[in-house]
């Protein structure tokens, strides 16, 4: 068994900070690209950012120069620092990664069950 566990979301004025941290376990081998995702009421789940085993990078545009992806491999967490937040930025933010389970040969998609983030005016 696998988990994907978010943390971090709650409510934050404009222009405000929060930390998101995603922690994945249980019998894991292998973790590839780790992704944090979001989707706002009324709207479809948008990739945020990316982050590959080797530290490679993606953003959207509408995060560029506000948010940072990082993780940890050691702890098998990815973390999303999202600054000079904005009221558009309200959403659950879901957290995702391929990992490689222990005794299997193919990478499963994991998602863990969301933290919501909201952003006041």
């Known amino acids: 068994q696998v988990q994907l566990v978010e943390s971090g979301g709650g409510l934050v004025q404009a222009g405000g900070s929060l930390r998101l941290p995603c922690a994945a376990s249980?019998?894991?081998?292998?973790?590839?690209?780790m992704r944090w995702y979001r989707q706002a009421p009324g709207k479809q789940r948008e990739l945020v950012a990316s982050?590959?085993?080797?530290?490679?990078?993606h953003y959207v545009d509408s995060v560029k120069g506000r948010f940072t992806i990082s993780r940890d491999n050691a702890k098998n967490t990815v973390y999303l620092q999202m600054n000079s937040l904005k009221p558009e930025d309200t959403a659950v933010y879901y957290c995702?990664?391929?990992?490689?389970?222990?005794?299997?040969?193919?990478?499963?998609?994991?998602w863990g069950q969301g933290t919501q983030v909201t952003v006041s005016s």
């Open positions: 982050i590959t085993d080797l530290g490679s990078t």
């Open positions: 249980g019998r894991i081998f292998s973790i590839k690209t």
């Open positions: 995702n990664a391929l990992i490689l389970r222990i005794g299997l040969s193919t990478f499963n998609n994991d």
